[in-house]
């Protein structure tokens, strides 16, 4: 079966840092765009990045909320996407999910598309 393994979070303090990782077994990891998406308490689900799985060109998105400040990237052999997020702020506090889409990573900013399969979220708390 296909898995989502989401790993990384924890307690940070403003302006600290976490490395998140998202590691995916189970899919041809070539076929799919990985996206990380958040959810902060009281708030919808939002796409915040997005990558290849194969790391390729042309294929990213980062929201303009975490751009500047968060960086994605992936290992195409150990199947794992990686969210480095630097500058955290208390607004980033949220559960974090990474899921895996047969697409493009514009599908991850599209609030219409949905993923094809999804990880169990880790939660992230940024402290003032």
């Known amino acids: 079966d296909v898995q989502l393994q989401a790993s990384g979070g924890g307690l940070a303090q403003a302006g600290g840092s976490l490395r998140l990782s998202c590691t995916a077994s189970g899919l041809n990891f070539d076929d799919y765009a990985i996206g990380w998406f958040r959810q902060a308490p009281g708030k919808e689900r939002v796409g915040i990045s997005c990558i290849s799985a194969t790391g390729g060109g042309g294929s990213t998105y980062l929201a303009t909320s975490v751009k500047g400040r968060f960086t994605i990237s992936s290992d195409k052999a150990k199947k794992t996407v990686y969210l480095q997020m630097s500058r955290l702020k208390p607004e980033d506090t949220a559960v974090y999910y990474c899921?895996?889409?047969?697409?493009?990573?514009?599908?991850?900013?599209?609030?219409?598309?949905?993923?094809?399969?999804w990880g169990k979220g880790t939660l992230v708390t940024v402290s003032s």
């Open positions: 899921a895996a889409v047969a697409k493009l990573c514009w599908a991850v900013a599209d609030p219409d598309s949905a993923m094809d399969y």
